[in-house]
């Protein structure tokens, strides 16, 4: 995927096996780049996913597919402890 901007808006271009796509490139929920998402085919359907929360885009037609995912994904995997404590100790 390539991000572009045309006359203030952004774009994501997605080339599929030499077809060539252009979808918003800006989730509405969080304003993610859908840019910097995942593609893939799911049950025929190519999709790309919101890197932030996980919502899905239909390439194709550029429409939504699934809501935000507020939780983790059960295959994430965690920061360690250390790392969770460092980032909520206070800063001097």
């Known amino acids: 995927m ?3 901007e045309i006359k203030g808006k952004e774009i994501a ?3 599929l096996d030499g ?3 252009a979808i918003n490139d800006r ?3 969080m304003n993610a780049p859908l840019s910097k998402g995942e593609i893939k085919n799911v ?3 190519d ?3 919101c890197p932030f929360h996980f919502s ?3 390439i194709v037609t550029g429409k939504k597919l699934s809501e935000p995912k507020m939780s983790p994904p059960m295959d994430m995997v965690a920061l360690p402890n250390l790392c969770r ?3 909520l100790m206070p800063h001097r």
């Open 2 to 4: 390539k991000h572009i």
């Open 13 to 15: 271009i997605i080339n």
């Open 19 to 21: 077809k060539y796509y």
């Open 27 to 29: 989730c509405g929920h």
């Open 43 to 45: 049950q025929g359907k």
């Open 47 to 49: 999709i790309v996913t």
């Open 56 to 58: 899905t885009f239909d």
């Open 85 to 87: 404590m460092l980032l």
